[in-house]
């Protein structure tokens, strides 16, 4: 039975392969040097038609690449792929699925079903047939001349809203990086090169040596991410989802459709939606003493997505589940689809409960694992019910919440005292965390820190590994000969973690050809930005081939970073200068509401929810560090990001210059769609500030962003030292100023009665603080007089035409109560003195900084 579910997984990870193929091939049938003869006479076997004639034809070169590959799967396998007389032969399983269900096998209806149930469609109806044949007939390649369009261009648009808009962007076709080049464009100055894209992908595939299903699968997934997140999987229907997370989808649920026809219990709902999500994240990173913060953060932070990693990985192997499965893993949140079996609701049950309980036992209270479930059937897959997939996440997102209000409720009920009879702790804490010892509790010596404890230790030792590391090696099992490469187990799950180099792994390649389906071998973003997992290009004789372990490519934000303290971050060469760290929070606003309603329930499946939330993991996880090495790679460090939100610690100039190029991208990545926006919050303080109060600072400011409104709307803003400002009425306009401001004052060096004298910036501050300002009003009349005086004083001293000219403006704007800011028009609720004031406190502490 195993291995059918293996055989279906595969068939159904490569039923649209063909799709990619085809788009690389010049011909057509009847003219492709790609399909040899024997495939050619297929056509009737495993293309359906419409009034005589085939459609569908990219089957066909799903037939090809599995017939190119034949020594690879019969390997695999063990059985002979030309022996078409087994209807569950791969080929037939794989390329067949557009056959009427009358001429499918058992497995291969399943196959045919996901891929329905992926893509929402009916693909069997006569209007699919007939829309195949057109597509085909007429102009019959101009298919390999589209592009795909991103899912977040249309998000919050119906199908008429689609169809009535004009102008799309469209994403490059290439293999995916962590360049800007892989953003949308409006336009491209060559056609999209399938050819070359799938030369590419076709090289890396030869290096998956595996003849274990599980190990090949997994590893052939993570090669379909690197290459076909910007093929499109229909070019016939709206180019919005990917070959990737279509093909990922239908594998999924071709699994589950197979373990639910084969339980004795039929529930009328086929799947399972589950969703968790870990509340406490943010407390438990900067619950450290300050003193030695930068020593444990980034090992604290990463141990939290391994700790995420290690919960979904041992749900899958309780479910029996692959990692098609899950659906999104990103920020401390998951979602899963499984089938809706009694056996799989048994082992969530007891997934919760031991959860629960090893989550308590090494965390106590800090941190929680709110999980549920809920049901969803194939009707509201296909759209043919009056619950939709929008109706399922708002479920799943109530449910999951109300957990959060029930927190070890199951532990509570058994063991009372364990929560509300207070517990003895030693005299002694953890020298970085503050946390008390208890009786007998290991106590690991750190030089220069004190005693902490074991997982202190080792989440420091993760933190130092993780700035050389070239893999993260996950394993079922303990691994002996890596023994002294401190591997970390979160929580007892029996799942080992280790960061490791090359070096490490290379010496040892006979010893993991007996680990088959046991480890997992992940590259984080590859090197530079490239998403290289395989190493086809580079350093090939490194290649661990015939490992029979899992490979695979992955998003982290922050894993380059040279470990310098929070004190040489804000170093500046004169001893006078400004010191001061900006610690930076954002995420992007209203993302719940997002992902309930931002896919109208007629557009609404499973593989638009999984290409959304793989957008946003690429950006926050994986595109950050490259926005993070071009601003400020020596002066920053990425402590958290994934999932839709960040957190960063940096010299304080340079946060704000990462909150705005954030923004800047976050809004070219997502098409300009109104839709997203982000919002941040940036904390200004010394660099001994203790880390868990900076925090909350930042978590006050970015709320103060969150709260801010700009002709009526809220957020989309950022705020530091106490000032929200809107990132595109406001924030642009005063930063100009700034600027102005800081090139006028600077040069007073060399020629002091010719520019804007330092006392303009002290004037504007002390007129702002003595105006008791409220509501953005001006309460002390007498303000306007002083600042009608002191200003006009100070233009007939000044010589220079653009410092006159800039004064003026002050003096007029303020007491003239304008809507201008510098002489530019400006939207905003605040008084001109208010943000004169910011600009010029902004300009001061950078002056200083500069010195």
Not at 452 to 477: M, N, P
Request: aromatic share 12%; glycine share 6%.
């Amino acid at each position: 039975m195993e291995k059918i579910r293996e055989h279906i997984y595969l068939a159904a990870l490569l039923h649209d392969i063909g799709k990619f193929y085809q788009r690389a091939d010049t011909g057509s049938v009847s003219t492709s040097k790609k399909l040899n003869e024997k495939v050619k006479k297929l056509e009737g076997q495993i293309l359906p038609s419409y009034k005589g004639i085939t459609s569908h034809k990219h089957a066909l070169w799903t037939a090809q690449f599995i017939a190119d590959n034949e020594a690879v799967f019969k390997n695999l396998i063990g059985a002979d792929l030309s022996d078409l007389s087994n209807k569950n032969n791969l080929i037939q399983l794989a390329s067949g699925h557009h056959l009427p269900k009358i001429q499918q096998t058992e497995l291969g209806k399943i196959i045919k079903e996901a891929d329905m149930l992926s893509s929402g469609m009916d693909r069997e109806s006569e209007i699919a047939l007939r829309d195949e044949q057109d597509e085909q007939e007429k102009n019959w390649d101009a298919f390999k001349r589209k592009r795909m369009i991103s899912i977040l261009e249309t998000i919050h648009l119906d199908n008429n809203e689609i169809v009535q808009k004009g102008t799309w962007k469209h994403l490059p076709v290439t293999d995916i990086s962590l360049s800007k080049s892989y953003f949308p464009k409006d336009k491209f100055d060559e056609q999209p090169d399938y050819e070359t894209l799938w030369n590419k992908f076709e090289r890396d595939f030869k290096f998956i040596q595996s003849n274990t299903y599980r190990a090949f699968s997994e590893t052939l997934l993570s090669l379909l991410f690197k290459y076909t997140c910007n093929v499109p999987a229909s070019t016939i229907n709206f180019p919005d989802v990917s070959l990737y997370d279509h093909s990922k989808m239908t594998a999924a649920l071709a699994v589950c459709l197979y373990d639910y026809q084969q339980a004795t219990d039929k529930p009328e709902k086929e799947f399972l939606l589950i969703g968790a999500d870990f509340s406490g994240i943010q407390n438990y990173i900067y619950q450290i003493v300050s003193k030695h913060a930068s020593k444990n953060l980034k090992g604290r932070s990463f141990y939290l997505r391994i700790l995420s990693d290690a919960v979904v990985k041992y749900i899958l192997k309780e479910l029996n589940l692959f990692q098609a499965n899950v659906i999104y893993n990103s920020g401390g949140s998951f979602y899963i689809i499984a089938p809706n079996t009694s056996f799989v609701k048994e082992q969530l049950k007891n997934i919760v409960r031991k959860l629960e309980q090893d989550m308590f036992k090494t965390h106590g209270s800090t941190l929680f694992l709110a999980m549920d479930a809920v049901e969803v059937s194939k009707a509201t897959l296909m759209r043919k019910s009056e619950e939709t997939l929008t109706d399922v996440w708002g479920q799943l997102f109530i449910s999951r919440d109300k957990k959060k209000s029930q927190k070890f409720s199951g532990l509570i009920e058994k063991n009372y005292s364990m929560f509300f009879i207070p517990t003895s702790f030693g005299i002694e804490t953890d020298s970085i965390t503050g946390e008390g010892f208890s009786k007998d509790e290991k106590k690991c010596w750190i030089d220069e820190v004190g005693y902490v404890k074991e997982l202190t230790k080792q989440q420091i030792e993760l933190g130092k590994r993780l700035r050389d590391a070239d893999f993260l090696v996950a394993s079922e099992e303990a691994i002996p000969y890596w023994k002294d490469k401190n591997p970390i187990e979160p929580i007892g799950l029996g799942l080992y973690f280790y960061l490791l180099k090359k070096e490490d792994i290379g010496t040892l390649k006979k010893e993991l050809h007996g680990s088959a389906d046991k480890i997992t071998i992940t590259t984080f973003n590859g090197k530079d930005g490239n998403c290289q997992f395989m190493y086809a290009d580079q350093d090939s004789d490194f290649m661990v081939s015939g490992s029979n372990n899992i490979y695979a490519l992955e998003f982290y934000g922050g894993n380059i970073f040279d470990g310098k303290t929070f004190d040489e971050f804000c170093q500046k060469e004169s001893e006078e200068a400004f010191h001061r760290l900006g610690v930076l929070r954002m995420d992007v606003d209203d993302l719940g509401y997002i992902f309930q309603n931002g896919i109208p329930p007629e557009r609404a499946t499973l593989s638009r929810y999984a290409a959304l939330s793989r957008s946003f993991d690429y950006f926050f996880s994986g595109y950050l560090n490259t926005i993070q090495q071009a601003i400020a790679p020596n002066t920053s460090f990425i402590i958290y990001s994934g999932g839709d939100d960040l957190f960063i610690v940096a010299s304080w100039e340079d946060a704000v210059k990462l909150a705005k190029q954030i923004r800047d991208d976050f809004k070219v990545f997502t098409c300009d769609n109104p839709a997203f926006t982000v919002s941040g919050g940036i904390a200004i303080v010394s660099s001994k500030f203790p880390i868990m109060k900076a925090a909350k600072e930042s978590e006050d400011e970015e709320n103060n962003a969150k709260r801010h409104s700009n002709e009526g709307q809220l957020k989309n803003s950022v705020s530091f030292m106490d000032m929200p400002l809107n990132w595109e009425h406001e924030f642009p306009q005063v930063e100009e100023l700034k600027d102005k401001i800081v090139e006028l004052t600077r040069k007073d060096n060399d020629n002091a009665k010719e520019v804007l004298p330092k006392s303009f910036i002290s004037k504007i501050l002390l007129h702002a603080e003595n105006a008791a300002i409220r509501n953005h009003k001006i309460w002390n009349l007498k303000t306007y007089w002083m600042v009608a005086y002191d200003l006009g004083r100070m233009i007939g001293r000044n010589t220079r035409v653009e410092a006159k000219e800039l004064i003026e403006n002050c003096k007029t704007e303020i007491c003239g109560n304008k809507a201008t800011l510098n002489g530019s028009t400006i939207t905003t609720k605040y008084h001109p003195l208010e943000l004169w004031a910011f600009a010029a406190r902004w300009a001061e502490l950078e002056i200083r900084t500069i010195k």
